[in-house]
């Protein structure tokens, strides 16, 4: 059987590859609901990115901001990368590790491991690039130095 596929492009070459983190500065729970299912029968592959969105959410929330509310300034997402690890179903609960990385003075990557908590099977990882954005001017900003500052703690 010709794969044209396989034969012509090095498959493990081409897919995403995310950085494996060792240390996770934030964790938040989801439960999974009908709604997220797709017609395959399981969470749909969308919903990592609204997944990875609400753990972004909760994380700047335990920091006291928002995402239109970081001390002044809002954020932007520039990019995004997700590698699919297992199926996950209604009714899961799954947890989300937060890690940051790639720290300047304008933003941020966030690297988040998903897992059902349950069984501890790895679900996806998600990465998403950070930027500060002033909304008002619509342009880059840089970012506050209250909110490095609690990043730097956060990191150690």
Known sequence: MNNWYTKNNNSKSMRVKLKDHQQ???????RTRITDL???GH???EMMLIFAQQARVDFLNSLGYGELTLAGKGIIMTDAAVVYKSETHAGDTLKIELALDDLTTIGFDLYY??????????VARVKTGILCFDYELKKIATLPTE?????????G
């Open 147 to 155: 909110v490095v500052d609690k990043i730097n703690a956060l990191l």
């Open 43 to 45: 969470v749909g592959n």
């Open 38 to 40: 797709n017609y395959g």
């Open 24 to 30: 996770y500065i934030f964790s938040t729970t989801i």
């Open 113 to 122: 491991k998903i897992s059902n908590q349950k069984t501890n099977r790895e």
